[in-house]
T-cell receptor, first 111, second 117 residues
Framework: TQLLEQSPQFLSIQEGENLTVYCNSS?????LQWYRQEPGEGPVLLVT?????EVKKLKRLTFQFGDARKDSSLHITAAQPGDTGLYLC???????????FGAGTRLTVKP | GAVVSQHPSWVICKSGTSVKIECRSL??????MFWYRQFPKQSLMLMAT?????????EQGVEKDKFLINHASLTLSTLTVTSAHPEDSSFYIC?????????????FGSGTRLTVV
C-alpha cells in the first residue's frame, strides 16, 4: 500500500484548461515534495513545502501544503502540452530520510 | 541540487547474467544513497538504502543476495543485479541523501533501463 495516495492517476485535458492533483496521507510529514518525471528520465524536483498551510507558486503551478501537513495539492493554470508528464508527490517516511512516493499522476495535455 | 551521474542509461542482458549500475555524486560526498525501481506506468519504489562503509538496508521483499549494493566511497554507489531474469526488467534510479537534509529536495540520477531477455 502507498503511504501517499495521489489522485487522479490519469488525467487527459486540452491545452488551456486548469487542473488540480491531490496527494493525501494519514501520516504527518515534516516536508512534502512534488516532482515531475518525463519518460526515460529521473524525477526533477518542482517544489518543497514545509510549513502547514504554505502556498508556493512556480509560474502557472500552485502548490499547497495542508494545515495538518498530511496532504498537498498541485494546481496548474492554463495547462500547456509541455506540462505533460508524470507528477509525483513524495514525503519523508522515517528518520532515515528516505522518500516515499505517491503512485503518481500521469498528465497529458493535448494541443 | 546535487549533480548525480548514473551509468549506463540502458542495458540489455541475457537471463542469468549480472549487470552493474553505477551512481556517482559529482559535487558532494554522499554518505547515503537511495536506490529505486520503477516498473512501466508505475511510481518509484524504494529498494534499498546504501551507506558508505556499511551494509545496505533493503526494503521488505527485495532480495539482498540478488541486488548487491556497494557503497565503498563517498562519491560512488553501485547496484549489481545478479542472475538477472526477465522480471527484473525495470527502470532503476539512484538518489543521494542531500547534504542539507531532505527538506531541500532530492536529485535523481537519469535512470538505467534494464531489459533482460
Amino acid at each position: 500500500t502507498q503511504l501517499l495516495e495521489q489522485s487522479p492517476q490519469f488525467l487527459s485535458i486540452q491545452e488551456g484548461e486548469n487542473l488540480t492533483v491531490y496527494c493525501n496521507s494519514s501520516s504527518v510529514f515534516s516536508s512534502l515534495q512534488w516532482y515531475r518525471q518525463e519518460p526515460g528520465e529521473g524525477p526533477v524536483l518542482l517544489v518543497t513545502v514545509v510549513t502547514g498551510g504554505e502556498v508556493k507558486k512556480l509560474k502557472r503551478l500552485t502548490f499547497q501544503f495542508g494545515d495538518a501537513r498530511k496532504d498537498s495539492s498541485l494546481h496548474i493554470t492554463a495547462a500547456q502540452p509541455g506540462d505533460t508528464g508524470l507528477y509525483l508527490c513524495a514525503g519523508g517516511a522515517s528518520a532515515n530520510n528516505d522518500m516515499r512516493f505517491g503512485a503518481g499522476t500521469r498528465l497529458t495535455v493535448k494541443p | 541540487g546535487a549533480v548525480v551521474s548514473q551509468h549506463p542509461s540502458w542495458v540489455i542482458c541475457k537471463s542469468g547474467t549480472s549487470v552493474k549500475i553505477e551512481c556517482r555524486s559529482l559535487d558532494f560526498q554522499a554518505t547515503t544513497m537511495f536506490w529505486y525501481r520503477q516498473f512501466p506506468k508505475q511510481s518509484l519504489m524504494l529498494m534499498a538504502t546504501s551507506n558508505e562503509g556499511s551494509k545496505a538496508t533493503y526494503e521488505q521483499g527485495v532480495e539482498k543476495d540478488k541486488f548487491l549494493i556497494n557503497h565503498a566511497s563517498l562519491t560512488l554507489s553501485t547496484l549489481t543485479v545478479t542472475s538477472a531474469h526477465p522480471e527484473d526488467s525495470s527502470f532503476y534510479i539512484c538518489s543521494p541523501l542531500p547534504s542539507r537534509g531532505h527538506h531541500y529536495g532530492y536529485t535523481f540520477g537519469s535512470g538505467t533501463r534494464l531489459t533482460v531477455v
